[in-house]
């Protein structure tokens, strides 16, 4: 069985354009969550999808980041324009049961580079 | 909010033992994950507490203490292979029930 999938893995732009990020969650998992460690900083929840619903995207740094899960499978994070302080790596996981226990699994994360 | 501390770095010799420390603040505690990641790959399920005590898993182990806010994740016989970064996170139900990572530990192992 596949795992959680994530493309790029790296990604290099420059300030001001536009990257989309996307993750596929493991089939069947309705359970999405996207997390970004910043270089030097701890791994920071984002939000969270249950299906095609955003359940809780309280960790969303501001409007310039748009996430979407249409039709409840895969998963685009897009930030637009980007900034400096974008620079990270961003995690995605899934899981099946709502409340995130040890059913979890992460992908390996796309690291974006904003220059 | 929450705080959760764990050091740096550390460094072992291979066949030794080593533990690593987590400590946190957080008003709904509702379990504590150790995550094993290594660099360039996904974070990877080690162990989950949500009682006090140990739970052992082969070479690793954790423990739990709620009432210090302390964890511990203690690595057995070490490998070279264990060399990676440890994540200790803190589920909260008061914060949705979303893990909230420390900064982890990354663990050097020699020969």
């Known amino acids: 069985e596949a795992g959680v999938t994530q493309f790029p893995s790296h990604s290099v732009i420059e300030k001001g354009q536009t990257v989309t990020l996307r993750c596929d969650p493991i089939?069947?998992?309705?359970?999405l969550y996207w997390y970004r460690r910043v270089m030097g900083k701890e791994i920071k929840f984002l939000l969270h999808?249950?299906?095609?619903?955003?359940?809780?995207e309280s960790g969303m740094p501001n409007n310039r980041f748009l996430a979407e899960r249409t039709g409840g499978t895969y998963s685009t994070l897009k930030v637009q324009p980007a900034e400096l302080e974008d620079s990270g790596v961003y995690f995605c996981?899934?899981?099946?049961?709502?409340?995130?226990?040890?059913?979890?699994?992460f992908g390996q994360g796309t690291r974006l580079t904003v220059v | 909010g929450q705080n959760i501390d764990q050091p740096t770095e550390m460094t072992a010799t291979e066949g030794a033992i080593v533990q690593i420390n987590c400590t946190y603040q957080?008003?709904?505690?509702?379990?504590l994950f150790w995550y094993q990641q290594h660099a360039g790959e996904a974070p990877t399920f080690l162990s989950y507490?949500?009682?006090?005590g140990l739970e052992e898993k082969g070479r690793f182990s954790s423990f739990l203490s709620r009432s210090k806010g302390y964890s511990y994740l203690l690595l057995k016989e070490l490998q070279m292979k264990d060399s990676a970064s440890y994540l200790c996170?803190?589920?909260?139900?008061?914060?949705?029930?979303?893990?909230?990572f420390g900064g982890g530990t990354r663990l050097m192992v020699k020969p």
């Open positions: 089939s069947g998992h309705d359970n």
């Open positions: 957080t008003s709904g505690f509702n379990g």
């Open positions: 996170a803190v589920r909260d139900r008061n914060a949705g029930n979303m893990l909230t």
């Open positions: 507490n949500v009682l006090d």
């Open positions: 999808f249950v299906k095609e619903s955003k359940q809780d």
């Open positions: 996981a899934s899981s099946a049961n709502r409340v995130m226990n040890t059913e979890a699994f």
